[in-house]
């Protein structure tokens, strides 16, 4: 997991300023990322390759890694690392898209395409100014509000679980 040396160190020494030094990973760019029979035969060459691009990822190199992905003539390469990308493309991520774009512009898998692009038309709509999700609730007078019904007023919601002894206290 040496590509990933620079994160592991950062988290164990709780020191978020460390770098790796130029040239750490130099060693990697003689290794050919577009063996095909060495990724299906070879769990750590697979390991390898994902590492590789998900580090690329991870530090924001996102056009960069995708790029790459895209010099690789190996349609099973590219596919069978896209996997490891998925997970990447969720609320909260600011790369999210551009995410989600580079796995479109390599992915030859209708699945993933159609189950990547209803996850991130989800995102979009949790997106900051972006209209809320309705929902109706029983209010403390047993009333039922919807939430169009107080548009454009400033909303406080409390949530808490019916379960829990403290909250309901």
């Excluded at 990973?25 to 290794?31: F, K």
């Amino acid at each position: 997991q040496f590509i990933n040396y620079e994160y592991y160190h950062q988290f164990a020494t709780k020191d978020p300023e460390f770098k790796v030094s130029d040239g750490f990973n130099q060693n990697l760019a003689d290794i050919k990322l577009n063996n095909e029979s060495h990724f299906n035969l070879l769990s750590n060459y697979k390991n390898l390759i994902q590492s590789y691009f998900g580090a690329m990822i991870q530090r924001g190199e996102i056009e960069a890694a995708f790029a790459a992905i895209r010099n690789i003539e190996s349609s099973t390469i590219k596919d069978g690392i896209i996997p490891s990308f998925i997970y990447d493309v969720q609320a909260g991520n600011e790369n999210a898209e551009a995410i989600y774009n580079g796995i479109m512009s390599i992915s030859t898998d209708s699945t993933i395409n159609t189950k990547l692009t209803e996850k991130i038309e989800k995102i979009r709509k949790l997106q900051v100014g972006m209209p809320s999700a309705t929902f109706d609730y029983h209010s403390i007078n047993d009333d039922t509000v919807s939430l169009a019904d107080l548009s454009g007023k400033y909303i406080y919601i409390d949530v808490w679980a019916t379960w829990c002894g403290p909250c309901l206290r």
